[in-house]
C-alpha cells in the first residue's frame, strides 16, 4: 500500500497519532519540504473527492483530515521551511463567517486545507460584516473572498458582500465563494446570494479557490 | 378529531380523520405576534402567547416548545447572541478545552432562570392547551450538549482523541439531561424531541454513533418517564437509523427529506411512527403550489403506513416564510382525507 493510501486509511479510521507517525517516518526519509506537494496534497485530493462522492465519508472523518494537515503545517513552520518547497505561495484569500453566524468548524477546516495548498489565508473569524471582508481583500490584494454560513437566514446575509465588491468596483476582480450546510442542502442558494461559486465540503474549497483565482486573472486581463 | 386523538391514534395505529401535521414553527409564533426574538426567546409569557397565534392560524397537530439550544448553553454560562430573525446561537462557549469541564457549574434546572424559561413556556402551554394539541419539548441529547458548552470542535476533538475525557463530561451531562426532560415532562410536554448530531451519519462514523452515543442514548433514555422522538438534525439519517432502532422510550423517527421513508420503515419496523416531509428551513423559497404538490407526494408515498407524521424537516420554519405555504400542508393533509388502519 502507497503513503498516500496508508494515510486515508488512518484518517478514515480515526487514528490521528497514526497518521502523524506515518507522515513523520516519510518526512525523515524524505524531508518536511516535499511533504505537503508529494504526500499530503495529493491524499487530500482524494479524500475531497471521496467526500464529495460518497455518503459514507463524515465531518469527523474530514476533521481528523484537518487535524493531521495543521499538525503538518506546524510542524513545517516550525522548521522555517516553505510548504511547497522552491514554490511561492499561490497568493492572499479572505474568508470568515458572515455577519451574524457563529459556526466556525467549517472555516476552520477550509483555512487548514487552503494552507495546505500553498494559499495564504486571511481567516477574519466569526461574524464579519460585509465592508471588513472587502476592506481586507483590497488591503491584502485577495482576488478570492470565502464566506462561510451555516443557516439560511445567515447565508442570505452573503448578497451583502457581493453588493459591497459590486459597489466598490471590483465586480469580476475580486470572485465570491460562498459555502456551509446550507448551501449544500439548498440548490441554487449560492446564486441566489450573488455567490461566484461554492463547494460541497471543506475539502473542495481549494479547488474552488484557484478555479476563481484564475478566473479573477482572466477577467482582468480582458478588461 | 382533536390534535392530541389524532396524534395519540397515529401512536397506536388506528383509522384516523387525516394525517396529523407538524410544521416547527417554535420561532413563526414571534412573527404572529410581533415579537422582538430576545423577548420571545426570554420570556415564557411572549412564547406561549406566540405559540397560542400559531395555533390558531395554522392549527398544526403539534406544538414546540422553544427550539433554542443555545439558551441551555446559556445556562453553563456560554455566550449567546440574539437575532432579529432567528433563534439565538453561542456566540462564545461557556469553556475552550475539556479540561475546563471540572470548574463548571452544572445548573439546576429548578432555579436556573435559562432553564425556568422552557420549563415555564412549557407550563403555559399545557394549561392553555392541554388534551388539545401535543407539546414537543425539543432538547439537545446528552451526546450534543457538551457541544453547546464547549462548541461543537472542541466537543468534536473530545470524542475523537480524548476517550477518558468524554466518559468523564458524560457521567455528569447524562444525569443532567436526565433530570431537565423529566421535569420537561412533569411540566406538560407530551413527548420529547432529541436532535442527535453526534449519532448523524454526516457528522459520526458508524463506529463512534455505535461505540458512543447509541450507548450514551441508552442510558439516559432508560431513565426518562414520557416518550422521545429521535430527530435527523437537518441532514439525512437513514444509514444510521438501525443504530437508532430499539433505543429505550423512543416511539418516533423524524426523518430528513433526502430520507426514504420506504426503506425508513423497513429499518425501524412496522410500530415507530415515522415523521417525514418538506425541508422547513427551504419551505419560504417554495410556491405555495410547490409545498402542497411535495407535500401530496409524501403522503401517496405513505398511504399505507398508518403510523406516519408529516412535517417540516430540519431547524425551524423560518420567519419570512409566507403564511399560506404554512397552510398548504394541512391543506394537503385535509384533500387527502382519511387513513384506514
Sequence with gaps: MDIQQSLIERIHLGDRVGANALLDA??????????????????????????SSSETFTLAQAYVAAKVTQDMLDKISARRISSFGELPPKGSVVIGNIEGDFHALGRRMVGT???????????????????????????????????????????????????????????GKIQLAA????????????????????????????????????????????? | MNSMERVLTTLAGKPLDRRAVAPVLSLYG??????????????????????????ETFQPDVLFSPFAFASIGAAFGSEVHFFANQAPNIRRPAIQSAEDWDK????????????????????????????????AAVLPPP???????????????????????????????????????NSLLADGATFIVLPCAFASPTIVTREIAAAFARPALEEALAQLKGPVVLHHIGAPI????????????????ALDHQDNLSQARRVVGPAAVLFGGPNG?????????????????????????????????????????????????????????????
Excluded at chain 1, 32 to 38: G, I, K, Q
Excluded at chain 1, 197 to 213: H, K, N, V
Excluded at chain 2, 148 to 158: A, D, R
Design chain 1, 113 to 171: 486545507f487552503l494552507r495546505a495548498e500553498g494559499w495564504i489565508v486571511h481567516d477574519l473569524g466569526n461574524d464579519v460584516p460585509a465592508a471588513i471582508f472587502v476592506d481586507k481583500a483590497q488591503e491584502v490584494g485577495a482576488r478570492v473572498i470565502g464566506v462561510s454560513a451555516m443557516m439560511m437566514t445567515t447565508a442570505r446575509n452573503v448578497r451583502r458582500v457581493r453588493e459591497e465588491i459590486d459597489r466598490r468596483g471590483l465586480t
Design chain 2, 30 to 55: 414571534a412573527r404572529l405576534t410581533n415579537c422582538p426574538l430576545e423577548q420571545y426567546y426570554t420570556d415564557p409569557v411572549a412564547y406561549a402567547r406566540g405559540q397560542s397565534a400559531v395555533r
Design chain 2, 143 to 181: 451526546i450534543d450538549l457538551p457541544a453547546l458548552i464547549m462548541g461543537i470542535e472542541t466537543w468534536l476533538e473530545t470524542v475523537l482523541f480524548d476517550a477518558g475525557g468524554t466518559q468523564r463530561i458524560m457521567d455528569q451531562v447524562v444525569p443532567f439531561f436526565v433530570r431537565l426532560a
Design chain 2, 281 to 341: 428551513p427551504n419551505l419560504g423559497r417554495m410556491t405555495r403550489a410547490q409545498v402542497e404538490s411535495e407535500c401530496r407526494a409524501v403522503l401517496e408515498n405513505r398511504r399505507h403506513d398508518i403510523h406516519f407524521v408529516l412535517f417540516t424537516s430540519g431547524a425551524d420554519v423560518p420567519l419570512d416564510t409566507p403564511p399560506e405555504n404554512i397552510h398548504a400542508m394541512r391543506e394537503a393533509a385535509e384533500s387527502f382525507g382519511g387513513i384506514d388502519a
Design chain 2, 104 to 135: 463548571l457549574v452544572l445548573p439546576d434546572p429548578d432555579t436556573h432562570p435559562r432553564l425556568l424559561f422552557f420549563r415555564e413556556a412549557i407550563r403555559r402551554m399545557a394549561a392553555e392547551h392541554q388534551g388539545q394539541v401535543p407539546i
Design chain 1, 26 to 51: 516519510w518526512a525523515s526519509e524524505h524531508g518536511y519540504e516535499c511533504l505537503l506537494a508529494e504526500v499530503l496534497d495529493p491524499a487530500l485530493i482524494l479524500i475531497g473527492e471521496e467526500w
Design chain 1, 179 to 223: 459555502g456551509g450546510a446550507v448551501f449544500r442542502v439548498c440548490p441554487g442558494l449560492a446564486e441566489e446570494v450573488g455567490a461566484d461559486g461554492t463547494a460541497s465540503d471543506a475539502l473542495g474549497a481549494a479547488g474552488l479557490f484557484e478555479r476563481l483565482w484564475k478566473r479573477s486573472v482572466s477577467k482582468e486581463s480582458d478588461a
Design chain 2, 238 to 253: 437513514l444509514r444510521h437509523l438501525d443504530l437508532l432502532t430499539g433505543l429505550p422510550s423512543t416511539v418516533a423517527f
